[in-house]
């Protein structure tokens, strides 16, 4: 994953769309917060020199990873999705949709 968003909190926030007020520091670019309830585990790298922005490292949710489909732009477990070899993440609906097009998939998996 790599997703910049704004070094204010907010970024996270909007971005993974976490519940309020349970984004917390740990440590060095390390978060944790809730996302309806679940545990989420955010890990993030400076973006820019000025430090607005940070990057998005990994994502996990109850220790699972999470990532983007980078067709419909939806955050859901890795673990539903395929990695197609040149688009990267797909959900199942995407790669359904994709395939109905008669474009072809390479899955790395
Ligand atoms: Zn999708």
Same mark, same amino acid.
């Given at each position: 994953?790599?997703?910049?968003?704004?070094?204010?909190?907010?970024? =996270?926030?909007?971005? $993974? #769309? $976490?519940?309020?007020?349970?984004?917390? !520091?740990?440590?060095?670019?390390?978060?944790?917060? *809730?996302?309806?309830?679940?545990?989420?585990?955010? !890990?993030?790298?400076?973006?820019?020199?000025?430090? /607005?922005?940070?990057?998005?490292?990994?994502?996990?949710?109850?220790?699972? /990873? $999470?990532?983007?489909?980078?067709?419909? #732009?939806?955050?859901?477990?890795?673990?539903?999705?395929?990695?197609?070899? *040149?688009?990267?993440? =797909?959900? /199942?609906?995407? *790669?359904?949709?994709? /395939?109905?097009?008669?474009?072809?998939?390479?899955?790395?998996?």
């Amino acid at each position: 994953m790599n997703k910049i968003v704004t070094n204010d909190g907010k970024g =996270l926030i909007n971005e $993974l #769309g $976490l519940d309020a007020g349970t984004l917390k !520091h740990k440590g060095n670019y390390w978060f944790t917060a *809730q996302k309806d309830g679940n545990e989420i585990e955010i !890990h993030t790298a400076p973006a820019d020199e000025e430090n /607005e922005t940070i990057e998005i490292k990994s994502v996990t949710m109850n220790g699972e /990873e $999470l990532e983007y489909c980078e067709w419909c #732009g939806e955050l859901m477990l890795a673990s539903e999705m395929r990695k197609e070899e *040149q688009m990267g993440y =797909l959900c /199942e609906r995407c *790669q359904m949709a994709i /395939e109905s097009r008669g474009e072809e998939l390479n899955y790395e998996d």
